[in-house]
């Protein structure tokens, strides 16, 4: 059971700033729009005499008219308090407890006890499980310490249930309505607590299509190199969500303009033949991506990652140059591993890459009529270079290529579903096999 001896906010004594409230008429958040398990979670808190708000991107987006991606709550109930009102609830974190609720389809929603302003969220190890032995570092904190110590603005507003109004501590609203990414506090003091919050602006402002405020931008430009003090897994982590988010192009395109490029992907700042300008192939072939990912492909890192290592070999600028380019073999794994240089990639996700890249150099070296008998369906990497070709494809020759390995992989399914059925069912099977000892039927 979680060790949660400092029960009380910490902080409520201290007299807390006045935040600007708006009314249900001032806003456009709607409850129609919320998780309804998240409502549920709210009203129980707010019935049993807590405040319960709901946090972060998740009324940013509705503010935006997006569709949250999680919704996240922050309350004055402490974990201890919040496990004893719901039974799906598990209690998570080393150094500071958060309560994780359970529903149906593997969807948890993350409750939050309002945090001290000591305690900046984004330092590493708090979110990893753990069995309660540092519960002495849980410190507490109110409404206004738990919006000061978030990292934007516009992520630092509260939606309340109890009124419907939202909270507004940090002057969020203003930002929105202006377009305007705002580090709360000063920007080099919350970089230097923790660097990656200079991504999180970057991210933000491309994603919404905000401008950073000058002198975010200016602290960010001075405080570059701070990134490398930041956990290389974890830098890998949050670049590989931008890359999957389905705003990869504008997101590294305000990137390559900052210099926190450099310590990232450097390959994309070569002068000559820069990948990220509009309207290039490069740029053509993410946008694809990222409208792929906007309409809801599952993705996964790797096919993104071998588009690139592919692109960082010749930085070719149509899709032919890329073709005379790799009629030379050369040496895939050498290439591979000189991408990505200054970049966590771990080692299993570069073989993953390098089996994706020497499948498609197969298929793209194999003439038309001979690829039917490459077996393809018993290739690893067969998902990930049928995304390489559909984002290559933009003439006859490689369309056709996409539609071999499209009818390989609608084989291959066809296989596997047929194995699933027979291991449901050992009798459809040639039977008297693996323990099944049941009477064969006639
Ligand atoms: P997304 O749509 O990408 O999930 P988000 O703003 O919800 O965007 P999360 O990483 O889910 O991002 O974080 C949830 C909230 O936690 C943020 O909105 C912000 O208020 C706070 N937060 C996250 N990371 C940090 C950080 N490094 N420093 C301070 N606050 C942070
Ligand atoms: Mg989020």
Avoid at 152 to 177: A, E, K, P
Avoid at 204 to 211: M, T
Avoid at 260 to 278: A, C, I, N, R, W
Avoid at 418 to 441: E, I, S, T, V
Wanted: proline share 5%; hydrophobic share 35%.
């Amino acid at each position: 059971m979680e060790n949660d001896r400092n029960d009380q906010p910490t902080e409520a004594n201290r007299k807390d700033p006045t935040p600007t409230v708006y009314p249900r008429s001032k806003h456009n958040v709607s409850r129609s729009y919320i998780d309804p398990d998240a409502l549920k979670i709210m009203y129980r808190l707010i019935r049993h005499g807590y405040r319960a708000y709901l946090v972060g991107g998740g009324v940013r987006d509705l503010l935006l008219e997006k569709i949250p991606k999680d919704f996240d709550i922050a309350t004055d109930a402490t974990p201890r308090k919040i496990k004893g009102l719901f039974r799906n609830c598990r209690i998570i974190g080393r150094r500071f407890k958060l309560a994780h609720i359970y529903f149906k389809n593997n969807k948890i929603i993350e409750v939050a006890t309002f945090r001290d302003s000591q305690d900046p969220i984004g330092d590493q190890g708090d979110e990893t499980e753990g069995n309660g032995t540092l519960a002495a570092d849980n410190r507490y904190g109110t409404a206004a310490t738990d919006a000061f110590r978030r990292d934007l603005t516009i992520n630092g507003l509260f939606y309340d249930l109890s009124t419907f109004s939202v909270i507004d501590y940090v002057g969020g609203m203003n930002d929105l309505r202006e377009g305007l990414i705002r580090v709360i506090g000063e920007p080099e003091v919350r970089f230097l607590e923790d660097p990656v919050r200079m991504l999180r602006v970057i991210r933000h402002a491309a994603r919404a299509g905000f401008s950073v405020e000058p002198k975010c931008w200016a602290a960010i430009e001075a405080n570059h190199e701070l990134i490398l003090q930041a956990s290389p897994v974890r830098i890998y982590e949050e670049i590989k969500k931008d890359l999957l988010s389905g705003s990869a192009l504008p997101i590294l395109q305000l990137l390559s303009h900052s210099s926190l490029m450099q310590h990232l992907l450097p390959e994309f700042l070569v002068v000559d033949t820069p990948l990220l300008v509009e309207g290039s192939f490069f740029a053509t072939v993410l946008a694809r991506i990222d409208s792929d990912v906007q309409s809801g492909a599952k993705l996964t890192i790797t096919p993104v990652l071998s588009l690139f290592a592919l692109f960082f070999a010749s930085y070719p600028t149509s899709a032919e140059s890329f073709h005379t380019y790799f009629e030379d073999k050369g040496d895939l794994s050498d290439h591979i591993q000189s991408c990505f240089v200054k970049l966590a990639v771990p080692r299993k996700e570069r073989e993953r890459v390098e089996d994706v890249l020497s499948l498609w150099l197969k298929l793209m070296s194999t003439p038309l009529e001979r690829l039917k008998k490459l077996n393809l369906e018993r290739r690893r990497s067969l998902d990930e270079v049928t995304w390489l070709l559909y984002w290559l494809s933009d003439d006859p020759d490689s369309d056709q290529r996409l539609a071999v390995v499209r009818e390989a992989r609608e084989r291959r399914k066809k296989v596997r579903r047929g194995r699933r059925r027979n291991r449901r069912d050992p009798q459809r099977n040639d039977g008297g096999r693996a323990g099944d000892k049941r009477p064969k039927l006639l």
